[in-house]
């Protein structure tokens, strides 16, 4: 069964960085690209940005509110995905999933984030 | 980008009855080398995280019941629950992935008339 298992959230105050963490279990990690997707309380989905496989070097994609705040990685050894997020705005207060594929096939619970002085 | 449009915002509907939401695309998300629609529907239940439900516009994912179906190509799409049932309360969402940024829309939430 897949599982993805997200950490890390926090109240941090604007303007400060905070790290997510995906951990993976139930297929073979390596093989897939893995990503982010937020959600503020009580709106809708927003993608975040993904980060591909080895395969295809490990190449990454964000949504443009994050491009340049936000880095995605990996660690295939530990099968765990990472969302470094630097600069952080009010506007960046959400639940944010952990998601496998292009295709979103797969999610976690979420971890909340909130950003508030 | 590609914007994603909803409607309705919102329905309700008897239970058994049909249910349809429709999603447009600003451009279209049909890849002509396989002939691939990048078009995905998501179910999102109070307190859960989305479950995707449809890919390739009209694929369903194992263990969706067959109530749920996907229509449409290139930039007009149809999710359809044929008879309604008191589980399939829920917030649904469109989303392409065709291209990056991915996108979704901005849901519709169904309910028990």
């Known amino acids: 069964e897949v599982q993805l298992v997200e950490s890390g959230g926090d109240l941090v105050q604007p303007g400060r960085s905070l790290r997510l963490s995906c951990t993976a279990s139930g297929f073979t990690f390596g093989d897939y690209a893995m990503g982010w997707v937020r959600q503020a309380p009580g709106k809708g989905l927003e993608w975040v940005g993904f980060?591909?496989?080895?395969?295809?070097?490990?190449?990454?994609e964000y949504a443009t509110s994050v491009k340049g705040r936000f880095t995605i990685s990996r660690d295939d050894s530990k099968s765990i995905a990472y969302l470094q997020m630097n600069s952080l705005k009010t506007e960046d207060t959400a639940l944010y999933y952990c998601t496998r594929d292009q295709q979103l096939d797969s999610w976690g619970q979420g971890t909340l984030v909130t950003v508030s002085s | 980008d590609i914007v994603m449009t909803q409607s309705p915002d919102s329905l309700a509907v008897s239970l058994g009855e049909r249910a349809t939401i429709n999603c447009k695309s600003s451009q279209s998300v049909l890849y002509s080398s396989n002939s691939k629609n990048y078009l995905a529907w998501f179910q999102q239940k109070p307190g859960q995280p989305p479950k995707l439900l449809i890919y390739?516009?009209?694929t369903r994912e194992s263990g969706v019941p067959d109530r749920f179906s996907g229509s449409g190509s290139g930039t007009d799409f149809t999710l359809t629950i044929s008879s309604l049932q008191a589980e399939d309360v829920a917030v649904y969402y469109c989303?392409?992935?065709?291209?990056?940024?991915?996108?979704f829309g901005g849901g519709t939430k169904v309910e028990i008339k």
């Open positions: 989303q392409q992935y065709y291209t990056t940024p991915l996108t």
């Open positions: 390739w516009a009209s």
């Open positions: 980060i591909r496989s080895k395969a295809y070097d490990e190449t990454t």
